[in-house]
Every structure is written in C-alpha cells, then in structure tokens.
C-alpha cells in the first residue's frame, strides 16, 4: 500500500524554499488580525454616525464596558484555547458578589473576610469543573452547562433564603468595605474621561495571560492541550492538570469581576449573570480563538472586547433604540469569524 | 550478551474480557533494531501502549534495563528514556515546529515569576537538531501541520534523540508514505540505531523491517506467532508468515478461479462486466483470511 503511493518530494528541503516571510505576511497570520481590522471597522462607523463618541467621557464609558467583558473573556480565551468551554462563567461572577456579599453581612465581619471566602469559593467551582471535566471526559458543554444551572439556582434559592429577598443587603457601613473598594470599584479622571479601575484590572489580566500564553511551558501545554491532547499526554504534558488550572483562571477572573459588581453597586440582585457566558465566548470568537481549541490570543479577546464596548455604548450615542445591539452583535460576531478564516487561509496558503 | 534495554517476559493485557495481548516477549538492546510485525488488529498498538506508559500490563514482566517495572505514566516512560514516536499523534499541528519540538521538556530561564521559555535556546536547537538530521526548515515557526508526513516523522524521531533517549518506539513510521519519504526515515531509523539507542519499529511492511530490522517478532491475534534473528529468516518467509502464510495460499487458490484477472489481461478491449458472474466473486476475493 505505501510502495505504491506517489512520493511527494519534501525528503530534503530545498534552498529556494528559504524566503524570508516578509512582515506583513507574519502580521497576517497573526490571530487577533481578524478582529483589530474589525474594531477598526467598528470605531469609523460610530465615530461617523454617532455625534458623542468621540467625546473623551465616551472614551472612559467605552473602555468601562470593555473592560467588564474583557476581565472574563481572557480567561474564558485561554480556555477555548485549550480546548474546552465554560458556560458556567456568567453567572459564577453573580455568586462570587453575592458569597462575598452575604458572608461579610451574616458573620458581620470585616469586608475583606467575605472577599477572601469569595475567591475560595470561585476557585473551588473551577476546580470542580476542571475535575469532573477530566475524570468524566464527557463535553465540557454538558458539565458546565450543569454547574451553569446549578449555580443559577443556588444564587436565587441561597439568597432568598439568607436575606429574604432576591437581592442582597448593603454592607457599605462594614469595615474594610472603603479599601476593597478601592481595589475593585475606584476611579480616577483624566483628561475628561472618568476611568475605573476594571480598566487596570482587564490590562494587567491581559498582559499576565499573554505571558503565561507565550513566554511559559504552562502556556506551550495549553496550546497544546487544546489542539490535539492525545499528542500532548503523549510527551509528557500534563493534560488534567492544564485544564483543571484553566477552570480555576476562570474562576478566578470571576471572582475580580464579581467583586466589582459588589463594591461598586453595594447591592447585588441573584438573578444576574444569565447569558453573559455567551458573551465571553463571542468577545474570544471575534478576537480570533478556534472554537475547537489550540488556536487564539489574549489579546484578540480583549479586542473582542473592545468590539463589545464600542457597539454597546455606540449604539447609545448614537440614539438608536438599544434593541439593535444584538443584531449588530450577531453580524459583528459572523463577519469575524468570516474574515478570520478567509485571512488565515490567504496567510498559509501564501506564507 | 548486555543486559536488554527493554525486555517484555509473557507480557498480557485484557481490556475488560477483550484479550488484547497474550504472553508476548521481545528484547531491545541497544544498536540494534527490533521490528514487531503484525496485520491489524494482531495487537501491535497495545505493545505499544505499554511500552510507552499509557497502559499498565496485566500479567507478566516488564524490564527497563535489567529492572522489572510496570510504566504508569507516558512521563515516567520518558524519565527512563523510552521515547515514543506515534504515527498520527506525535504533534500539535497548530503549534510552531520549535514548541512541538519542546513539548513537555520545555527549557526555561530566569528565576520565580520571570521564569520564562528560553525561546532563543529553543529556535535554535530545534534549527540545529533538524539540520543534523538532514531536514532544512525553511522556517521553524511554520506550523507542524504544513510539514509533510516524512518531515514529520523525521522531526519526532529527532526530537527524541535530542532528549537522549535510550530506547526509540515507532508506530508505523512508514505507513500513509510514499517511497522516496519511506526511505528517508528508515535511514534515520538506522542513523538513530547507530548511535547507540535501541529502536523498537512497529510496522505491517514486511519489506521496510527486513530492510533494517536485527530481529522479528510477529503478532497475530494478539498472541505471538513467531521470534526471528535477520539471520534465520528470508524477506520471502516473513512476508509469507507475514501474510497469514497458508492463508495466503488458499486466498491466492480462490483469486485463481476467478475470471476477472483473464479479463484484464486481453488488452483493455474487455467486455462490459457480467454483474451476475461478477458478484460471487468479489464475495470470495474480499473473504478476510
């Protein structure tokens, strides 16, 4: 059978093969490509047809959603790049406000004790995902997709019956409430643009991400898990492990963002966080991440980010009626995901 | 003679009441090639298995050099330098040939949270170690999926070597190629066997293992079926077991009384095929022997 097949002359590579790949070729196959051109794409339009966007206080208001959005599409990026999905994270960051929340107001402690339990908690799930994941090796869809609902239910069903209500009570009057919120919901105005500290947060979670991704053996085994785990236990990478510790990064940015919400609204309602699990995973679509894992960047997600915040708070400046935005999200998301595609094939085709 | 690298005594392994192996013994010493012959489904990739480290066998010894062990881990096969190239499964297509070539043994550099991947020190080797062997990248960024089979091969073959293992496992490697791409990674099977590694070449071309092969085991339903030195043994006779021996002999009885192969030869003005003679004898011609 192999006696017979046609050789296919790459034995020994020849010399002309040896071109140098010109920058422009190398920048085409990078995989946020696809979305920069996008957001790009995105800025023009609204700084045309909506007359406040380019005001310096948009900017700020701009940033802020991305920002939100980007803290948990890094981690939910990194995941995808390994291969794996977690639909649990929506509302993972609603139970990481209300633990928080609700510890410090039950044990009056300080605010600080409430946040510490909080990302034991956001880890313990991740880790939960992780290990059930690996040990059951059923789709990561089927699992999250039943701690998504579990979760759903236990944030509703604790909360009323701690509080009493759907909602939690105001811990504003507890101590260490001013520093953590210093942390996780302060401010500061420059130039005109009134910019949160999610804005920090989301950076340095993409610079760290980007690190680990790139420049660390833990970041070779994530690509590698995601894009053919078999080779990859194979050499010796340890697989459970990488994706359990991927959960747990997802745990932990839900845990940042969660507490944000607490810190800087005081009150948290049980019932949020549905859907925005999608919403991640479109912001790391958009920037660039193979849904079937070992592709993908940080970066393209925060970009994927970026897209978010300018259609939502563009559509507002805009005074369009805000029903179009998950039109414009669902054009947004096929048009990338196109343009992405048709890119990388032109890029390795060409290279 | 030196103690074996690796040496199976009676091996077995069941998957639940699946007899997947059956009392298999083989040696690998070093400098020398071991070739495991076997139609599908004789058992070769269970071999593997547990050679490798996937799979722990039921019954039976396994000896690292001289030591009886049972591998729970591909980590731990590593660690004692068995070194496994799969056929389909030995890289990342996706990934860059330089962090394929590191996979699991990444060097680093820097202390603490700078600890980084020595991405120079990588490129460079990963350049060094395919020139060596012959394989001139035109970019070692390209993703291992843009190499062809052979390269493949050839880069997993020297990825090993790099990591100095002592014991080389082949799945296959010359399945799915063509000749000319076959013959370049026999000849970096022997280039690996002469500097010292004991190589085990699992295969079902009969023709590629006595090529390079110093001794033969075949496999057949999981059980042994026969242990040969290249001395005792002719290509015509391990071709012959190979195939099933008096198996063949009756298939090739059967093929002969078919009318199809008169037909073919009377140069091409063949009449249109008779589907009520044709049928019965396609049935006979497919019988698994």
Redesign the interface.
């Known amino acids: 059978?192999?006696?017979t097949?046609?050789?296919?002359?790459?034995?020994?590579?020849p010399?002309e093969?040896?071109?140098p790949?010109s920058p422009l070729k190398k920048l085409l196959t990078r995989p946020e490509l696809g979305s920069v051109v996008g957001a790009a794409a995105v800025f023009l339009f609204f700084a045309f047809v909506a007359d406040g966007f380019l005001r310096a206080a948009s900017l700020g208001t701009v940033l802020y959603a991305a920002s939100t959005i980007g803290i948990m599409a890094v981690p939910v990026a990194l995941l995808m790049i390994g291969g794996e999905f977690d639909l649990s994270a929506g509302v993972l960051v609603t139970t990481s406000a209300l633990v928080s929340s609700m510890f410090s107001y039950q044990m009056t402690a300080n605010a600080w004790v409430g946040v510490t339990v909080s990302l034991l908690v956001t880890l313990a799930v991740g880790f939960f995902n992780g290990f059930v994941l690996t040990r059951t090796r059923l789709p990561s869809f089927i699992i999250t997709l039943g701690t998504f609902l579990m979760l759903t239910g236990l944030n509703l069903g604790l909360t009323k019956l701690i509080s009493g209500t759907v909602s939690t009570r105001t811990i504003a009057d507890m101590e260490g409430f001013a520093s953590a919120r210093a942390l996780f919901a302060s401010e500061a105005t420059l130039g005109g643009a009134t910019l949160k500290v999610t804005i920090l947060w989301w950076l340095g979670l993409v610079a760290v991400a980007t690190?680990i991704l790139l420049?660390?053996?833990f970041?070779?085994?994530v690509?590698?898990v995601g894009?053919?785990a078999?080779?990859?236990?194979?050499?010796?990478?340890?697989v459970r492990r990488t994706k359990t510790l991927l959960y747990m990064g997802v745990g932990f940015c839900a845990w940042v963002s969660g507490q944000h919400l607490l810190f800087s609204f005081d009150v948290v309602q049980s019932g949020e966080g549905v859907g925005n699990e999608l919403t991640y995973i479109i912001a790391a679509v958009i920037g660039g991440c193979?849904i079937t894992g070992?592709?993908g960047s940080a970066v393209g997600a925060a970009v994927g980010a970026v897209i978010f915040g300018m259609t939502s708070k563009g559509i507002v400046y805009a005074e369009w009626n805000p029903d179009w935005f998950k039109f414009f999200l669902g054009a947004m998301l096929l048009l990338a995901t196109l343009l992405n595609a048709w890119v990388r094939k032109r890029a390795?085709a060409t290279? | 003679m030196t103690t074996p690298l690796v040496e199976l005594d009676g091996v077995s392994k069941h998957y639940g009441t699946v007899r997947a192996l059956q009392d298999v013994s083989l040696r690998v010493h070093a400098g020398q090639i071991t070739c495991v012959l076997g139609d599908n489904g004789a058992g070769k990739s269970t071999l593997i298995k547990i050679i490798?480290g996937?799979h722990a066998h039921d019954a039976g010894t396994l000896r690292v050099e001289g030591e009886e062990t049972a591998l729970s881990?591909?980590?731990e096969a590593?660690d004692r330098g068995i070194a496994?190239v799969?056929q389909d499964?030995?890289?990342?297509?996706?990934?860059p040939v330089w962090?394929n070539f590191?996979?699991?043994?990444?060097p680093?550099t820097g202390k603490g949270p700078f600890?980084?991947?020595d991405?120079a020190r990588m490129r460079a080797t990963t350049r060094a170690e395919l020139l060596r062997m012959?394989?001139?990248?035109?970019?070692v960024d390209?993703?291992i999926g843009?190499?062809?089979?052979?390269?493949r091969q050839c880069v997993a073959i020297a990825r090993a070597v790099h990591f100095g293992a002592k014991v080389l496992v082949l799945d296959e490697p010359?399945?799915?190629?063509?000749?000319?791409?076959?013959?370049?990674v026999l000849k970096y099977v022997a280039a690996a066997r002469d500097a010292g590694l004991g190589v085990v070449l699992i295969t079902h071309?009969p023709?590629h293992a006595h090529l390079v092969g110093d001794h033969f085991v075949l496999l057949k339903r999981g059980a042994m079926a026969g242990s040969h030195t290249k001395d005792s043994v002719t290509l015509d006779e391990l071709t012959r077991q190979m195939a099933g021996g008096s198996e063949l002999d009756t298939l090739r009885h059967e093929l002969e009384r078919a009318p199809a192969p008169g037909r073919i030869d009377d140069g091409g003005h063949r009449p249109p095929p008779d589907p009520q003679r044709a049928r019965p004898t396609d049935r006979q011609g497919r019988q698994d022997p």
Not at chain 1, 230 to 238: H, K, L, Q, T, W
Not at chain 2, 102 to 106: A, D, Q, R, Y
Not at chain 2, 134 to 139: A, P, S, V
Request: net charge positive; glycine share 12%; proline share 6%.
């Open positions: 059978m192999t006696a097949a046609p050789p296919a002359d790459h034995g020994t590579a010399d093969r040896l071109l790949a690190w420049r660390t053996r970041g070779n085994w690509f590698a894009g053919n078999e080779a990859a236990r194979a050499v010796g990478v340890p193979l070992g592709y390795e290279s | 490798a996937l881990s591909p980590r590593l496994t799969y499964l030995a890289v990342v297509p996706l990934m962090r590191f996979l699991g043994s990444e680093t600890k980084r991947l991405v012959g394989i001139d990248l035109r970019d390209q993703p843009t190499l062809s089979g052979g390269e010359t399945a799915a190629l063509g000749v000319k791409q076959s013959g370049v071309n023709h």
